[in-house]
């Protein structure tokens, strides 16, 4: 039996047209005589790797029996099944029989060309073909038909895998698998017909799979999937039965490729039927501990309201619950409906069926390779031989989530125990990252060099506790600190935590684009806390701390006599620091106990969805020490879904220092609370805004000589970058913020990206008026020391001049010569707000946080800010 010859070496041919066997043919002319010929012998020729019994092993014919041409047929049949060979040819010569055969190649390489969007470890597992294995057709046709199906998968159904076969010595191929992998089909088109109470823009809502838009760039539901179209039928029908269609149901759905075959058009045809009420209405139940008539009255829905099937569900799923809270945990729950299609209503009748109260048998936690099992065990509301609860088992999940060490999806299972009133819990958890590593590193002309990193791991040695250090340094700030947390002291509900730190910090202000030192402030301290839970949702936390500061001014600079060669000793000069900032130097001693009562009910403490809390933390100074103050504060947080799945979120605060000391300085404009322990606002607590950008603050105004009409006058120098601002901040304040996450398609989800909108509002203010200076130009002597005071004056060509002359030759005064002018803006309880736009993206290189704010409201002297942003990254 004859075949194709085979191509030459190296050369790549279809894979389909290479090796491909013709039809069976009959035994090569044999005689009519030769038909009934005995076999005496069998011969195979044309071997390469196999051997003549391997071949004769396969086949039915044996020496001894009559030859046929039946039997030859079924000898071609049987060596083609074996898929080993590429041709095959079987001859009788009066009883010898010759078997030729051609072997099928070896497989050398498989090669993936032209695949950029599906990466070779994602197809590679697909071919089942593979090197020294023997090559088959019917295998390549099922690994392109694999490859196929997972473009499909993909959205890509353009997508074109044609092999190829690159012949090689010694009966050796490559297989190539040249891939054209086209467009990601999208959804052009979705058409529904049959729809007269809802528009096609409604339905198409409701749907998960929406039309291609240049909009919709982040969205993976305007790609085509099968599944998808399944999933939104059962969308419709789910939003049409809300709506009280309890007849609707979808004819087809049916989806075509354009042309192109790019592209899908999706055809619905419904039928809405009629729209239902609700009937009668009531509760049955068989458990004893269940009062039918006053579950009946708790119902949501009443007869005569439109019938809602989700309305249904959720009070199977509210009573289920309910007998959950009493221990029994399967119990069941069934509605019997009563369609009237006269009437149009639906009646309905909850059926609780009688079940045992269950107790908890065991608790198993599965998939924790790092955690122990206590950590997770500790959160659990309910223990081993506790009566079943629903309320509890859900709190659980909400507790194990918050620990913020596993999935997100996290769920408590429950399952039959040994006995029907036993009840096995089951936890599987997925381990995540809970280190988390930031690093930062930069240069500038203001900063110079800067460093910051910080390392922080929640789940040290996988027990809960919390390690976790930072060190920060550029030329204007430098600090260090360390921090342990122990949540469960000694495997109690006991959380010891404690921090020691040194912050070095000069404070500045900017004139001229350049940043200027004003006070450097050095911070060696330490801070100890104790708390413990008061019951499920509130907790208790008191603490001490104990801190040094030592507050300078450079004596060069902002001192009188630096060098000490005049007759009184150097002291600070108040109008070349201001006198604010001469009171705050000096050291002193801050000796405080504080306390913090919260309540917190929030189904996730680090993302929350739903719930609130509110807390009040008082710290009162003067425990010893040379600081005396109480400093009050109140935070309130709501968290609720108002629709689908974006997240809304409303947070106040505010808070309030008294001073316990009376300094006796207000007369002289010197605050009783000392500069270094005022409230501030700004970046990052308040987006819009620049660090400490709101509140009370003195302005130095420059000035210098103008003419104006002939007259010298002085002018104030209005660019921002020429006036020097500081912020001096304010014994109270208060904030509140307003934010909307939005969700994303899955596409987007898997990048990682949660766009939210915000607005912030907030202020802070009460602070003692400083008393404020005008300085006048003065000549400067010889010396270098300063002499008389200057004015101007225009000479008889109209040139501005000085004089230390107060009066012009006439007699009529001269105007002073103004240095700068100190001015006091922002002390006002009057808001402040700023709306924007911000996005967390957990990027390749770690967490990123992207805000974009505008400021809305402001008073004069505030400092605003367009954009903000910080990275980090996790382990």
């Known amino acids: 039996m004859g075949s194709t010859a085979l191509a030459a070496s190296g050369t790549m041919t279809p894979a389909f047209a290479q090796a491909t066997p013709p039809p069976p043919a009959p035994a090569a002319e044999p005689t009519a005589p030769a038909t009934f010929d005995e076999i005496k012998s069998i011969t195979v020729v044309g071997t390469q790797r196999l051997e003549g019994d391997t071949v004769r092993s396969y086949i039915r014919l044996r020496t001894g029996q009559l030859w046929t041409q039946a039997s030859a047929d079924q000898a071609l049949k049987d060596l083609y099944a074996t898929e080993l060979f590429a041709d095959v040819a079987v001859r009788n010569n009066s009883g010898a029989v010759v078997i030729e055969v051609r072997e099928n190649p070896v497989v050398n390489r498989i090669i993936l060309e032209g695949n950029k969007r599906i990466k070779n470890d994602k197809i590679e597992p697909e071919i089942k073909l593979a090197p020294r294995q023997i090559y088959s057709r019917s295998k390549v046709r099922a690994d392109v038909a694999r490859i196929v199906e997972l473009y499909k998968r993909q959205g890509r159904f353009a997508a074109v895998v044609e092999p190829k076969l690159v012949q090689l010595d010694q009966n050796r191929v490559d297989i190539v698998f040249e891939i054209t992998e086209g467009p990601k089909s999208k959804v052009q088109q979705i058409n529904i017909i049959?729809?007269?109470?809802?528009?096609?823009?409604?339905?198409?809502?409701?749907?998960?799979?929406?039309?291609?838009?240049?909009?919709?760039?982040?969205?993976?539901?305007?790609?085509?999937?099968?599944?998808?179209?399944?999933?939104?039928?059962?969308?419709?029908?789910?939003?049409?039965?809300?709506?009280?269609?309890?007849?609707?149901?979808?004819?087809?759905?049916?989806?075509?490729?354009?042309?192109?075959?790019?592209?899908?058009?999706?055809?619905?045809?419904?039928?809405?039927?009629?729209?239902?009420?609700?009937?009668?209405?009531?509760?049955?139940?068989?458990?004893?501990?269940?009062?039918?008539?006053?579950?009946?009255?708790?119902?949501?829905?009443?007869?005569?309201?439109?019938?809602?099937?989700?309305?249904?569900?959720?009070?199977?799923?509210?009573?289920?619950?309910?007998?959950?809270?009493?221990?029994?945990?399967?119990?069941?729950?069934?509605?019997?409906?009563?369609?009237?299609?006269?009437?149009?209503?639906?009646?309905?009748?909850?059926?609780?069926?009688?079940?045992p109260r269950v107790f908890v048998e065991r608790i198993d936690i599965n998939g924790n390779t790092l955690t122990q099992d206590k950590v997770v065990r500790r959160e659990f509301r309910l223990n081993e031989g506790d009566a079943f609860n629903s309320i509890q088992v859900k709190r659980t999940a909400e507790r194990i989530k918050s620990l913020g060490y596993f999935q997100e999806d996290l769920e408590v299972e429950q399952a039959q125990g040994t006995a029907p009133d036993r009840i096995v819990l089951t936890t599987n958890v997925e381990e995540k990252?809970?280190?988390?590593?930031?690093?930062?590193?930069?240069?500038?002309?203001?900063?110079?060099?800067?460093?910051?990193?910080?390392?922080?791991?929640?789940?040290?040695?996988?027990?809960?506790?919390?390690?976790?250090?930072?060190?920060?340094?550029?030329?204007?700030?430098?600090?260090?600190?360390?921090?342990?947390?122990?949540?469960?002291?000694?495997?109690?509900?006991?959380?010891?935590?404690?921090?020691?730190?040194?912050?070095?910090?000069?404070?500045?202000?900017?004139?001229?684009?350049?940043?200027?030192?004003?006070?450097?402030?050095?911070?060696?301290g330490f801070q100890l806390r104790v708390g413990v839970p008061v019951n499920e949702y509130v907790y208790f936390q008191a603490r001490y701390g104990l801190s040094q500061d030592n507050i300078s001014l450079d004596e060069n600079t902002f001192f009188t006599d630096p060098d000490g060669t005049g007759p009184l000793p150097a002291s600070c000069d108040p109008i070349v620091a201001g006198r604010f900032l001469c009171d705050a130097t000096g050291k002193r001693l801050t000796s405080s106990l504080g306390y913090t009562l919260l309540y917190d009910d929030r189904d996730n403490r680090i993302r929350p969805t739903r719930g609130?809390?509110?807390?009040?933390?008082?710290?009162?100074?003067?425990?010893?020490?040379?600081?005396?103050?109480?400093?009050?504060?109140?935070?309130?947080?709501?968290?609720?879904?108002?629709?689908?799945?974006?997240?809304?979120?409303l947070s106040i605060e505010g808070g309030y220092?008294?001073?316990?000391?009376?300094?006796?300085?207000?007369?002289?404009?010197?605050?009783?609370?000392?500069?270094?322990?005022?409230?501030?606002?700004?970046?990052?607590?308040?987006?819009?805004?620049?660090?400490?950008?709101?509140?009370?603050?003195?302005?130095?105004?420059?000035?210098?000589?103008?003419?104006?009409?002939?007259v010298a006058v002085n002018t104030?120098?209005?660019?921002?970058?020429?006036?020097?601002?500081?912020?001096?901040?304010?014994?109270?304040?208060?904030?509140?913020?307003?934010?909307?996450?939005?969700?994303?398609?899955?596409?987007?989800?898997?990048?990682?990206?949660?766009?939210?909108?915000?607005?912030?509002?907030?202020?802070?203010?009460?602070?003692?008026?400083?008393?404020?200076?005008?300085?006048?130009?003065?000549?400067?002597?010889?010396?270098?020391?300063?002499g008389a005071p200057l004015y101007y004056f225009v000479d008889t060509t109209g040139t501005l001049q000085t004089s230390t002359t107060a009066t012009n030759a006439d007699g009529s005064a001269r105007i002073s010569a103004l240095r700068f002018e100190e001015r006091f803006y922002g002390d006002t309880w009057k808001p402040r707000m700023s709306v924007g736009f911000g996005v967390n993206w957990n990027s390749p290189f770690g967490p990123f946080r992207l805000d974009i704010a505008r400021a809305l409201l402001k008073q004069p002297g505030d400092d605003t800010k367009l954009f903000t942003f910080n990275v980090g990254t996790q382990f």
Not at 223 to 235: G, H, I, V
Not at 612 to 617: E, M
Not at 742 to 761: M, Q, Y
């Open 194 to 355: 049959g729809n007269e109470k809802f528009s096609d823009g409604d339905l198409r809502g409701e749907m998960v799979t929406k039309q291609s838009r240049f909009y919709r760039f982040f969205s993976s539901g305007t790609s085509y999937d099968p599944d998808r179209l399944a999933f939104d039928q059962q969308k419709l029908r789910q939003f049409y039965l809300t709506q009280g269609y309890a007849d609707f149901r979808v004819v087809s759905a049916i989806a075509e490729l354009t042309p192109d075959k790019q592209d899908f058009i999706i055809t619905y045809v419904v039928e809405e039927g009629e729209r239902y009420k609700f009937g009668d209405v009531k509760v049955e139940s068989q458990i004893r501990d269940f009062d039918s008539e006053r579950l009946t009255t708790t119902l949501r829905m009443k007869k005569g309201d439109w019938y809602n099937a989700k309305m249904v569900e959720d009070t199977v799923e509210s009573l289920s619950e309910t007998a959950g809270l009493f221990g029994y945990a399967f119990a069941d729950v069934n509605p019997d409906f009563q369609r009237d299609k006269e009437t149009l209503t639906m009646g309905i009748t909850f059926n609780v069926a009688e079940s």
């Open 716 to 786: 104030a120098l209005t660019d921002r970058n020429q006036i020097q601002d500081d912020a001096i901040g304010g014994r109270a304040y208060y904030m509140g913020r307003a934010e909307l996450q939005i969700p994303l398609g899955s596409g987007a989800r898997e990048l990682g990206l949660r766009p939210s909108l915000f607005l912030d509002v907030g202020s802070v203010f009460d602070v003692t008026r400083p008393i404020l200076q005008t300085v006048q130009q003065r000549e400067i002597l010889s010396d270098g020391t300063q």
């Open 612 to 649: 609130q809390s509110i807390g009040i933390s008082q710290d009162i100074a003067g425990l010893g020490g040379s600081v005396k103050y109480v400093r009050s504060r109140i935070n309130a947080d709501k968290f609720w879904k108002p629709f689908g799945n974006f997240v809304f979120g």
């Open 433 to 524: 990252a809970t280190g988390e590593l930031s690093l930062s590193a930069g240069f500038s002309s203001i900063e110079n060099f800067i460093f910051q990193g910080s390392v922080r791991q929640r789940n040290f040695r996988g027990v809960g506790q919390e390690l976790r250090t930072n060190i920060s340094y550029s030329s204007y700030s430098k600090s260090a600190e360390i921090g342990f947390t122990e949540p469960y002291l000694f495997d109690r509900s006991i959380a010891v935590s404690g921090d020691i730190f040194r912050r070095d910090l000069n404070s500045f202000n900017f004139f001229n684009n350049q940043r200027n030192t004003t006070y450097e402030q050095a911070t060696t």
């Open 657 to 710: 220092i008294h001073p316990l000391e009376n300094r006796g300085l207000e007369s002289a404009g010197v605050d009783d609370v000392r500069l270094t322990d005022r409230f501030y606002l700004g970046e990052p607590q308040m987006r819009g805004f620049d660090i400490r950008g709101v509140g009370p603050r003195v302005q130095r105004v420059f000035f210098q000589g103008d003419i104006v009409n002939g």
